[in-house]
């Protein structure tokens, strides 16, 4: 079974631009969220998409959005970037697996560099 | 909202020693796991664990939710064994998957 997959792996964007960085869960799973990992703040968690609906959400500016299409798959965009957006952004799908449906399973993440 | 505390921080061993690392939270969960960061930053699931005990391996965990703390147990550590371990828990109140994750301890294994 593929693995949570999520491209592009590296991005180097420059202050003031906008990204879409993608992901697409597991087959199967219906849940995706996104988390932002950086060395000052550690990991923290952007938002959850279910079903095409936002179900949860952290604490980040508006400047960060996502969605979420019927197949599952997920996009976050990240406007007008800040040059503290540079960060490594994982994504984690879950869903009914083994009778456990909120173990959460993370791709390999996108490296995102601000210049 | 849901306190996540790992310790200790930083960890040196020789190989084949023993280890433990300790993840402290501060509500109830519904949700625990612990996750081996490798080198190119993706989180390896290691257990899935929001009580009990559970082994594979040289790895083992216990979590006693009642006390609020998970131990992961590394036994025979080898060099493979190094990166950053992360625990991570979901509150029993939390609607949907929102992980809060520790600040991680970070293991170095020498030969």
């Known amino acids: 079974k593929a693995g949570v997959t999520q491209t592009p792996r590296y991005l180097i964007k420059t202050r003031g631009q906008q990204v879409t960085l993608s992901c697409s869960p597991i087959?199967?799973?219906?849940?995706v969220s996104w988390y932002q990992q950086t060395p000052g703040q550690g990991l923290q968690f952007l938002f959850e998409?279910?079903?095409?609906?936002?179900?949860n959400k952290g604490n980040f500016p508006g400047r960060f959005s996502g969605r979420q299409f019927s197949n599952s798959r997920s996009e976050m965009n990240v406007s007008t970037l800040e040059l503290g957006d540079s960060a490594l952004y994982l994504c984690a799908s879950s869903g009914v697996t083994s009778g456990v449906y909120n173990e959460q399973f993370f791709g390999p993440g996108t490296r995102l560099t601000v210049l | 909202g849901i306190q996540v505390e790992q310790s200790p921080p930083d960890l040196i061993l020789q190989e084949g020693a023993n280890s433990t690392l300790r993840c402290n939270f501060s509500?109830?969960?519904?949700?625990l796991q612990w996750f081996h960061q490798n080198p190119w930053g993706q989180l390896i699931n290691l257990f899935y664990?929001?009580?009990g005990t559970k082994q594979n391996g040289r790895l083992s965990a216990t979590t006693v939710a009642t006390e609020r703390y998970s131990l992961l147990y590394i036994s025979s550590s080898q060099t493979t064994d190094s990166g950053v371990y992360f625990c991570a828990v979901e509150g029993s109140w939390q609607a949907g998957t929102a992980l809060i994750f520790g600040k991680g301890t970070t293991l170095s294994v020498s030969s």
């Open positions: 998409y279910f079903s095409e609906t936002q179900r």
């Open positions: 664990i929001p009580s």
């Open positions: 087959s199967g799973h219906r849940s």
């Open positions: 509500d109830s969960v519904n949700n």
